[in-house]
C-alpha cells in the first residue's frame, strides 16, 4: 500500500457549477429545472416520501429512488444556480447527514439483511459533486463519506457483507451493484484525493475488494468485453441479470 498510487485524470477537474451553461444547453437545463426534474421534490412519492427522508415509498428493495434524483440535482441546481432547486439538494443532504448511524451507515436501512452499498454509490456521487459546489460543507461531506467508507470496509472485509447477498439477504437480489462496482470507485478516488494521507489506506483496500468481490460475484467486466465472451448477435436477456442494458453501457 505504502508504494499505491492512482494515475491521473487525463483532464483537470472542473468543479460543479464552475461552468455555466449558455444558448441551447441553458435552455435545455432550464426545461428540467422548470419541469419535471425540477418538481420532482415536491410530489415524486419515491422523492418526496422516500425512507430516505423518513418516508416510507420505495419501489423495490434497492432503495435507489431518492439517490439517483439527488446526483440528477446537484448538478442542475449548481449549473443553473437555481436556489429553489440548491434548497431541495441541501435539504435531503441534511437529512441524511444528521441521520447518519452512529456506525457511519448512509441511509435508511436498520438491518444487516437489508443494508446493501449499492444506492450508496449514487449517493456519494452527489455528496461528492455537492462538496465542489459548496466549498462551505466541504469538510462535512467528507467526513460523512469516509466515516462511511469505513463501515463499508469492515463490512466488505466480513465475506463482502452488503455486497455479496449471502442467504437471508434482501438488498440487491439481482446484483446491480455488483455489476457497477466501478460507481463506487469513482467517488472512492475522488475522496481519495480529498483526505489526509492516514484516511487513503482504507479507501485504496475497499476500491480493491470491491473489484474482487465482483470478480467473485461473476460481474468482472474484463472477462465480458472480449472475443469469445461479448456478444455479436442478438439474443434474448440471459440470466441472471448481467447483460441489461445499463449495466452494459456502464461496464
Avoid at 440528477?72 to 443532504?93: C, H, M, W
Avoid at 441521520?99 to 438491518?111: I, K, N, V
Avoid at 480529498?194 to 475488494?209: F, G, H, K, P, Q
Amino acid at each position: 500500500m505504502a508504494s499505491a498510487k492512482l494515475v491521473s485524470f487525463k483532464y483537470g477537474e472542473i468543479p460543479v457549477g464552475a461552468i455555466k451553461p449558455r444558448g441551447w444547453v441553458k435552455d435545455q437545463l432550464r426545461l428540467a429545472a422548470d419541469g419535471l426534474a425540477g418538481h420532482m421534490f415536491e410530489f415524486y412519492r419515491y422523492v418526496k416520501n422516500s425512507s430516505w427522508l423518513g418516508g416510507s415509498e420505495e419501489y423495490s428493495e434497492l432503495n435507489e429512488a431518492a439517490p439517483y434524483w439527488y446526483n440528477g440535482i446537484v448538478p442542475l441546481a449548481y449549473t443553473l444556480n437555481d436556489e429553489r432547486l440548491k434548497a431541495q439538494a441541501s435539504q435531503f443532504l441534511d437529512y441524511v447527514i444528521t441521520h447518519q448511524a452512529d456506525d457511519g451507515w448512509l441511509g435508511p436501512e436498520t438491518t444487516k439483511e437489508t443494508r446493501g452499498l449499492w444506492a450508496r454509490c449514487l449517493l456519494l456521487l452527489g455528496m461528492a459533486a455537492h462538496a465542489q459546489a459548496e466549498p462551505g460543507r466541504r469538510d462535512e461531506i467528507i467526513n460523512s463519506m469516509l466515516r462511511f467508507t469505513r463501515l463499508a470496509h469492515i463490512m466488505i472485509q466480513n465475506d463482502y457483507q452488503g455486497y455479496l447477498s449471502h442467504e437471508g439477504d434482501r438488498f440487491d437480489p439481482l446484483k446491480f451493484g455488483l455489476a457497477r462496482a466501478h460507481e463506487l470507485s469513482t467517488t472512492l478516488q475522488w475522496l481519495y484525493e480529498n483526505v489526509a494521507e492516514e484516511n487513503r489506506s482504507v479507501i485504496w483496500d475497499t476500491m480493491d475488494l470491491m473489484w474482487t468481490g465482483a470478480e467473485i460475484g461473476g460481474r468482472d467486466w474484463s472477462k465480458f468485453f472480449v472475443p469469445g465472451a461479448f456478444p455479436t448477435s442478438a439474443s434474448i436477456k440471459p440470466q441472471p441479470n448481467f447483460q441489461h442494458g445499463i449495466n452494459v453501457a456502464q461496464g
